[in-house]
């Protein structure tokens, strides 16, 4: 089974500021790496998808990238709306999520 | 564009079954390559696949949970459902319907709360 482990754990920063999330795989995987986004009592939002692809109406300060066993979701610029937990999510055998980081405002 | 929503009863008693539904609007469950699964998140912790059916009625489990899982799908009704048995206090959670989109999930319900207490 391959572990994704996101860090930092939570992330403190100011609107406007360039966010840079990080999600690490056991061992290296394919490119079915995607993204999401979880706002306070709402269902998670699809933002990334094969590493890289955004997802239908996702801004494009959203990005994705990485290969291997190490990826990355930047968000180029924080919108307020911005702030909320985001997991990364593989699947291998089965699919499995990451254990999420925080972006919080400082 | 296509919606989820998921139903059942908000609490179940310890060593009972979980049964949930979720009624898909705006597409047909049977249309294209469409999977559908079961994703839960307890409270304040991270989320969990559960498993996935497409509409012919295969199925794919994650494998701690396969022994206490079934989904099943109804076509006629745009419907799949979602059985857990015998349940614990650890099976409390915000139960998600989710679309498979390739390996990802890109329509989501809005999630039910199940709380699993005597």
């Known amino acids: 089974e391959i572990v994704l482990t996101q860090s930092p754990a939570t992330l403190s920063l100011s609107p406007g500021e360039r966010a840079t999330l990080s999600c690490r795989a056991s061992?290296?995987?394919?490119?079915?790496l995607a993204w999401y986004q979880q706002r306070p009592g709402q269902a998670p939002r699809l933002l990334i998808y094969?590493?890289?692809n955004r997802a239908t109406g996702i801004p494009v300060r959203f990005s994705g990238s990485g290969s291997g066993t190490d990826f990355t979701l930047t968000i180029s610029s924080l919108e307020p709306e911005d702030f909320a937990v985001y997991y990364c999510?593989?699947?291998?055998?089965?699919?499995?999520f990451g254990g999420g980081t925080k972006v919080e405002m400082k | 564009q296509v919606q989820l929503q998921e139903s059942g009863p908000g609490l179940v008693k310890p060593s009972q079954t979980l049964s949930l539904t979720c009624t898909v609007s705006?597409?047909?469950?049977?249309?294209?390559?469409?999977?559908w699964s079961w994703i839960r998140q307890p409270p304040g912790k991270g989320l969990e696949w559960i498993g996935y059916i497409y509409y012919s009625g295969s199925t794919y489990y994650n494998e701690s949970l396969k022994s206490r899982v079934i989904i099943s799908v109804d076509t006629s009704k745009n419907q799949f459902s979602l059985n857990l048995t015998s349940v614990t206090a650890a099976d409390t959670a915000v139960y998600f319907c989710a679309r498979n989109y390739g390996d990802s999930f890109d329509f989501w319900g809005q999630g039910t709360l199940v709380t699993v207490s005597s």
């Open positions: 061992q290296s995987v394919s490119s079915s």
């Open positions: 999510q593989h699947r291998s055998n089965w699919l499995t």
């Open positions: 094969d590493v890289s």
């Open positions: 705006g597409g047909s469950i049977t249309s294209g390559s469409s999977y």
